[in-house]
């Protein structure tokens, strides 16, 4: 069975740190690239990150760029997002999918208060 498990979200006051992990299983992780997305309410769905399958190449949103990181570990098919410097506009749900994309798990919670 395909998944797709995140984890990490919470509230944390501006300038905080989160880091989410991505948990995949069903598939070879290790073969896709790998992308978190983020979606705030009234908006859409939009990339925030990805990583090529080897880690060696990374795209970031231009508004979190040198705040978050992209990382990845195959041998325990986990996908992680270092999010520093959090901001209340980066309040969202966050989810993990490779490229192309499955199913959506049902990601994480990130509020950032103001």
């Known amino acids: 069975q395909i998944q797709l498990v995140e984890s990490g979200g919470g509230l944390v006051q501006p300038g905080g740190s989160l880091r989410l992990s991505c948990v995949a299983s069903g598939f070879t992780s290790k073969s896709y690239t790998m992308s978190w997305y983020r979606q705030a309410p009234g908006k859409e769905r939009e990339m925030v990150a990805l990583i090529t399958t080897t880690g060696d190449s990374t795209n970031f949103l231009n508004s979190v760029k040198g705040r978050f990181t992209i990382s990845r570990d195959n041998a325990k098919n986990t996908i992680y997002l270092q999010m520093n410097s959090l901001q209340p506009e980066d309040t969202a749900i966050y989810y993990c999918?490779?490229?192309?994309?499955?199913?959506w798990g049902q990601g994480t919670q990130v509020t950032g208060s103001a």
């Open positions: 999918n490779r490229i192309p994309t499955l199913a």
